[in-house]
Nanobody, 127 residues
């Protein structure tokens, strides 16, 4: 069982930045592909970004390309989401997710691919 704990959320003005972290309990963290998703009030949870287990491949939702960067540190069992140029429409609860990956460069954008989820961290962007 992989436990994921997100941190780094908060309140920020439009144009500002935040960095989210997701710490995993799994010792074989480097075997898991990771993803970030978000759920805005009254909306379904959607894909934000994903990274392969090696960190060599990433994928982003069109709405965040060029503003968000996903990265990971396998030695620290942690995945990050650097969010720049934040907009009010980025306001949401952000979740990290993990899935065991047989391929070192596979990324997964669909929620059913993920087996483990964190509890989420709130990000609020004011205009």
């Amino acid at each position: 069982q992989v436990q994921l704990v997100e941190s780094g959320g908060g309140w920020v003005q439009a144009g500002g930045s935040l960095r989210l972290s997701c710490a995993a309990s799994e010792r074989t963290f480097s075997s898991y592909a990771m993803g970030w998703f978000r759920q805005a009030p009254g909306k379904e949870r959607t894909f934000v970004a994903a990274i392969s287990r090696s960190g060599g491949t990433t994928n982003y939702a069109d709405s965040v390309k060029g503003r968000f960067t996903i990265s990971r540190n396998n030695a620290k069992n942690t995945v990050y989401l650097q969010m720049n140029s934040l907009r009010p429409e980025d306001t949401a609860v952000y979740y990290c997710a993990a899935t065991y990956s047989f391929g070192s460069n596979y990324v997964y954008t669909a929620q059913p691919n993920y087996s483990y989820w964190g509890q989420g961290t709130q990000v609020t962007v004011s205009s």
